[in-house]
């Protein structure tokens, strides 16, 4: 046996999102059925983060496991020609050892959330970023951003669905910054909470606005209450970036 | 009667190209139905480069007139609304002198080609950029692009369906850089012949790859023959960036 671990790129707008569901097309059943038709294996592919529909991954990690050992060229080069049809591909295939969890050995994860600022709607970018029309200040956002950094309860950033068994967690880095039309906000942690990087940009988009202060970001995480914060920006502008272990 | 100036942003990837067909959805027709939407009037839009089918734009020109003068913002406003549900948007409108005209007028249009270099093939970036596996050396690609600058017969790089009175063009600029896994050519000159820019990026592959030097090449230009060059690189790749008057 050998475990296979895989750093996997997707368009989060071709599929119901990472994991398995009855309704559509996952990423998870994309790669199994792309492992399946190389090998004649059906193993699980697991998955260091289950990003939802829409959200796109540059390097998203997951694991599985190959009773009949083989290289990891040949499991990233024949993947990739099982999925040509589909918008992932992999981009790398090591063999770890049997002890290495995509999810439950991550240290840290990165997401980046990118913001089209301009008053033209998106044409090249559609589906890849959220257009934002009116004029958002990012350096204000940046400074606000930084009373979430930390271990907090992030209630008020937490989707009703969320299964974590807690709200705390600890955010290492929220970084805004503009390039040229777009403002991309930049999040890392060891684990976030469910839609907590989209909301997280639809309350910092409050604050670009002009219409919130970073104290009033602050109250909003006090409030430990999801009715306290932003909307919930749309997944066209999430990108999962990254996992450490 | 006011002439408007346009500068147009579309996912090529959406049209037949630029110009109306009778074979399909085309970027003039889309522009053409919008402006008849809001203002009644049925103007011909010209713009300053006829892009093919799969081709993008960041900042095409066109211009149109109405016989009722409006604002800009009016214009441009209006013709993103009625653009909601197709991959084009008015980045800017302006009222310009009647004299103008966005192909005639034209001193200079500016392409970048962009291609994916990396063994795994795209997701996000499908439709968006050329995907070469094989490793390119951007530098060598630079460097013998230079025999290709100034005053030329380019009859080697041209479509045989090219309708230009000369195979004779001034080159001014094309420049090949790195940029992590992206290799962007970036191309200037007055006007170009039909498929000159994609046939540059074809023949630059073959450069890139050490199959060709600068020598080779320049002994393609003076071959004037279109057998004598590279592959007709896919339109996916290729954005026209910006028009000069």
Request: hydrophobic fraction near 40%.
């Amino acid at each position: 046996m050998a475990r296979y671990k895989l750093i996997i790129e997707y368009d989060g707008s071709g599929f119901v999102g990472w994991q398995r569901q009855e309704n559509g097309f996952a990423v998870q059943q994309a790669l199994e059925e792309a492992i399946e038709a190389f090998s004649g294996e059906t193993p699980r592919v697991f998955g260091a983060g289950r990003t939802d529909s829409g959200v796109h991954a540059l390097a998203q990690v997951g694991h599985f496991d190959l009773l009949r050992e083989t290289t990891t060229d040949t499991v990233r080069d024949a993947m990739n020609y099982h999925l040509r049809d589909v918008p992932a591909a992999i981009l790398q295939a090591r063999i770890v050892d049997e002890e290495f969890h995509s999810r439950f050995s991550a240290t840290g994860r990165s997401y980046t959330y990118r913001i089209t600022n301009r008053r033209a709607p998106l044409t090249i970018e559609k589906g890849r970023s959220w257009w934002v029309p009116v004029k958002l200040d990012a350096e204000a956002m940046h400074e606000a951003a930084q009373v979430l950094v930390g271990k907090h309860d992030f209630s008020s950033f937490r989707a009703t669905v969320c299964q974590s068994d807690s709200p705390v967690k600890t955010l290492n880095k929220l970084e805004v910054e503009r390039d040229g039309e777009h403002i991309l906000i930049h999040a890392q942690a060891r684990s976030f909470l469910h839609h907590q990087v989209r909301n997280f940009a639809g309350s910092l988009k409050k604050v670009g606005e002009g219409k919130w202060t970073a104290e009033d970001l602050k109250a909003c995480l006090e409030a430990r209450d999801r009715r306290a914060a932003g909307q919930t920006a749309p997944p066209d502008g999430l990108y999962l970036t990254g996992v450490s272990y």
